[in-house]
């Protein structure tokens, strides 16, 4: 079956470092999604990714889709303590909104 | 309102008992979902409905049943469950279903319900 695979599981960086994660998925997709989950929290939109090779950002973040679109990276600069939380890719899995989740990524920032 | 609201927070129950789970939306989506996450994984999509009709179930055991009411309510009926079923149960809804195919919509996501069963 499907799956989407994210590395590293967890990470624990210095405030102000830089921190990133990467999703690989067995199967070529169509776009793909990024959340972030804050400990406690519910999964929150961060952005979607729809063309090969397509880069975007947002302030700090920059979020990049893999040429072959299987996979995609989420690079965060000088991490700051409110980055805290888990990042989950997410790509659909048969119809377009049927989301199938990557394993997530814990980032920890020290103060 | 960009909001998502689920009832209730937590919620303890017996293998025996009946309940309900039930959420809520009025962004004017056409689309809502039922995930199940248990502690450090990923959310695992159990139910999808697309203008008020189950689009698809992912092979969840019938202890499990959903209902849409109407396109901003959603219901998850709970019966006999085990413990193994204690998790986040979280509720999400989306402008469309994309059922014609790419690309998605975003997903909004309430804060779930916290359910152990005992």
């Known amino acids: 079956g499907q799956q989407v695979m994210q590395i590293p599981q967890y990470q624990h960086v210095q405030e102000g470092e830089d921190f990133t994660t990467y999703c690989n998925s067995s199967?070529?997709?169509?776009?793909i999604q990024w959340y972030k989950q804050r400990p406690g929290g519910h999964p929150v939109f961060l952005i979607q990714?729809?063309?090969?090779?397509e880069v975007k950002k947002q302030k700090r973040l920059t979020f990049q889709f893999g040429e072959a679109k299987k996979n995609s990276s989420l690079h965060i600069t000088a991490t700051q303590t409110t980055d805290v939380g888990t990042y989950f890719c997410?790509?659909?899995?048969?119809?377009?909104?049927?989301?199938?989740f990557g394993t997530g990524t814990r980032l920890t920032v020290i103060p | 309102d960009t909001e998502v609201t689920q009832t209730p927070k937590h919620l303890v129950m017996g293998m025996t008992n009946k309940k309900s789970l039930k959420c809520e939306q009025h962004?004017?989506?056409?689309?809502m979902y039922w995930y199940k996450q248990k502690a450090k994984k990923p959310p695992e999509l159990m139910f999808v409905?697309?203008?008020?009709?189950?689009?698809i179930n992912e092979s969840v055991p019938s202890r499990f049943s959903p209902e849409c009411p109407n396109s901003s309510l959603l219901n998850l009926h709970l019966h006999a469950l085990q413990p193994e079923d204690s998790a986040l149960y979280l509720c999400?809804?989306?402008?469309?279903?994309?059922?014609?195919?790419?690309?998605?919509?975003?997903?909004?996501f309430g804060p779930g319900t916290r359910l152990t069963v005992t």
């Open positions: 199967t070529t997709l169509s776009n």
């Open positions: 997410a790509g659909p899995l048969g119809g377009a909104n049927n989301l199938f």
């Open positions: 990714l729809v063309k090969s090779g």
């Open positions: 999400a809804s989306s402008q469309g279903a994309g059922l014609a195919g790419p690309p998605s919509y975003e997903q909004y």
């Open positions: 409905y697309s203008y008020e009709k189950l689009s």
């Open positions: 962004m004017g989506h056409r689309a």
